[in-house]
């Protein structure tokens, strides 16, 4: 069956610009998940949805990032006048219970640039 | 919060030896941990799990092994072959969280 998939896989902005990166789960899947990933570096969490609600958002930055998964299903992180310091692969992962601490399965990720 | 350490950064092997990456974590309450093979411009790809409850599990040529007590555990690729080379990541999850290690740049030498 198809993946998690992330649109767009390449992004492009100057800085201060508005940028949405969306995420489609797995279907069925209730958990998503949000992750930063630097050149060299491991996946950095960013925020954790069960459903519709954000179980921890604890890894934003800072407020000029929010997501939101309106139905349950797709999400999408919103970040606000853009930084340099935002460039980086943007990952996004579902995993298919409720249940915490189980099988997390990562889209191919959307890389921002920041110019 | 949760700190998980990856050793080595990089490893290099013949094709046909073994391969083993070391992880430890902090936190005792963590009790998922999951492995990651991500090739370049790609995503992270789960390869092999293992949980609290369990010391040691084998997928084919992946085994990983789990010691609670010293809070480490290690992904082992017995014959190694070319399409192993990647960066694998081991994580340690904890309340629905993913912590990940640095990675490890693996190559496998034709």
């Known amino acids: 069956g198809a993946g998690v998939s992330q649109t767009p896989s390449n992004k492009v902005t100057e800085k201060g610009k508005y940028v949405e990166l969306r995420c489609d789960p797995i279907s069925g899947h209730t958990a998503l998940y949000w992750y930063r990933q630097s050149l060299g570096q491991g996946p950095e969490f960013l925020i954790y949805?069960?459903?519709?609600?954000?179980?921890?958002d604890s890894g934003l930055p800072n407020d000029r990032f929010f997501a939101v998964r309106p139905e349950g299903s797709v999400s999408t992180l919103k970040i606000q006048r853009t930084e340099r310091g935002d460039s980086a692969v943007y990952l996004c992962?579902?995993?298919?219970?409720?249940?915490?601490?189980?099988?997390?399965?990562f889209g191919q990720g959307t890389r921002l640039t920041v110019v | 919060g949760e700190n998980v350490e990856q050793h080595p950064s990089t490893l290099s092997v013949q094709e046909g030896d073994s391969a083993v990456i070391k992880c430890t974590y902090s936190d005792s309450a963590s009790n998922y941990f999951p492995w990651y093979k991500q090739e370049l411009g790609k995503g992270p790809q789960l390869i092999i799990d293992i949980r609290s409850n369990v010391g040691e599990k084998k997928d084919q040529r992946i085994a990983v092994t789990l010691n609670k007590t010293a809070k480490h555990f290690s992904l082992h690729i017995t014959e190694t072959q070319p399409e192993d080379s990647a960066v694998y990541f081991c994580a340690a999850s904890i309340l629905g969280q993913f912590y990940f290690g640095t990675g490890t740049s693996l190559t496998v030498i034709p």
């Open positions: 992962a579902s995993s298919p219970t409720g249940v915490p601490n189980t099988e997390a399965f």
């Open positions: 949805f069960q459903g519709t609600g954000a179980a921890d």
